[in-house]
């Protein structure tokens, strides 16, 4: 039976998927997606995605069944270093065509046609600026925060393109203002809120990556 397993970063991910983006693939009859957390210690998954793992993962996924799209939710905020011409990436100042980059070079190292490998710009947590309908919906946020959270949103056209230091990166501006922010409990809520179709509209990447995944699965 076809069906889309999503290697996923992390928890937050893993929700996301089961709960936003599987629901919006059943729409183009795609009921079989799941979200695949990689092993990286005994008895715990997500996390530390080095290359050696992933490789090992997605080529694992392939072989055992030949039916399957395999694809990616991975951040590249703090991406491991070892992924395929990353250095090489660096010189690459258009952050979006140093995705292209990335993820063609890991295309060409994992050969299959059954695999599209996706690096979410800078991290996940960006696509949670797509609106700001998702903050008023949490309660305890002071209002100069929802103001600043509000401001974020109107200033990017395509919030995927919010910066990835190590204090403005998406994640870190959620939880400097969302009091007691947890991510992988606030996240997918947000996203509910703010709905697959705004986040589809304002995160292109992100957008061209799902349209792909949904032509990927129709050819098979």
Known sequence: MRAIYIIAEGQTEEEFINEILRPYLNRFEIYDVRAILME???G?????????R????????????????????IDYYKLDTGFPNFNESIRIVDKL???EFLEESIGNDIQNRRFLPYIQLHEFEGLLFSSDLGFDYLPGIPLPNISQLKTLVNQYDNPELINDGEETAPSKRLIKLIPGYQKTLHGPIIADEISIDVILRKCLRFNEWVKKLIDLYNSL
């Open 40 to 42: 990286t210690s005994p």
């Open 44 to 52: 715990y998954k997500g996390g530390d995605v080095t290359y050696p």
């Open 54 to 73: 992933f490789k090992y993962n997605v080529e694992l996924l392939l072989k055992r069944e030949t039916d399957v799209i395999v694809t990616s939710l």
């Open 97 to 99: 065509k140093r995705m």
